[in-house]
């Protein structure tokens, strides 16, 4: 079958870096989503990954393994805003997208 | 920016009522999807529709139907309404062909069956 695995919940200070983890287990890979969703609000796009390496975004970057089949998205200098879930996606060989849980992340001051 | 409106936020209804969420999108997206969104559980795919009446099957499609009369619109039936439909429902839109162009999700249905 297919499956993402994601951290349920971590916790992180204000000011600090965290990073979430994604790994995944799917029939064939053409590109990886990350998504952030606040509490009772729509998930909105942060980045896309379908090469190895790190794409940086501001305080945002994610970083993929195809080898590995691993994701991770770094967030630093973290805002009390950042408190979120965050959904790791992967588009398998049919195009279709394939689902995490999510990460839900709680910033403490 | 994309804008995808789902018709309510909160949403009660009762056991064996047939239920229409409505969605649409301004952006003259091919494709359009319903989700449902659990805790403890990903994203499930329930229909998606790639053209005007055009409609595929997600991973749950038991007790729900799609109509996508105009390309704007996609509309999500529940036809005889259970209480393990209870959930939060969230649309989305995205071009066709598109590998790395993302889904635009609306604010989602929280829809209680009592």
């Known amino acids: 079958g297919q499956n993402i695995d994601q951290p349920t919940e971590m916790t992180a200070t204000e000011g600090a870096i965290v990073q979430i983890n994604c790994t995944y287990q799917t029939s064939g890979f053409n590109g990886l989503f990350w998504y952030q969703q606040h509490a009772g609000e729509a998930p909105t796009f942060l980045s896309y990954?379908?090469l190895d390496g790190l794409e940086e975004k501001g305080r945002f970057s994610s970083f993929l393994s195809r080898s590995k089949g691993y994701s991770y998205l770094l967030l630093k200098e973290l805002q009390m805003k950042d408190s979120a879930s965050y959904l790791c996606a992967v588009i398998d060989s049919n195009y279709q997208l394939i689902w995490g849980a999510g990460t839900k992340l709680i910033i403490k001051p | 920016d994309v804008k995808v409106t789902q018709s309510s936020r909160y949403l009660v209804k009762r056991t064996g009522e047939k239920v229409f969420l409505e969605c649409v999108q301004d952006m003259d997206h091919e494709n359009m999807f319903w989700y449902r969104q659990d805790p403890g559980l990903g994203l499930r795919l329930i229909y998606f529709s790639y053209d005007v009446k055009m409609k595929e099957k997600g991973d749950i499609p038991e007790g729900y139907s799609v109509s996508r009369e105009k390309k704007e619109r996609f509309s999500l039936i529940l036809e005889s309404a259970s209480t393990n439909q209870t959930s939060m429902y969230l649309c989305?839109?995205?071009?066709?062909?598109?590998?790395?162009?993302?889904?635009?999700f609306g604010d989602g249905t929280r829809l209680s069956i009592l």
């Open positions: 990954n379908v």
């Open positions: 989305a839109s995205s071009l066709l062909n598109t590998n790395n162009q993302p889904q635009h």
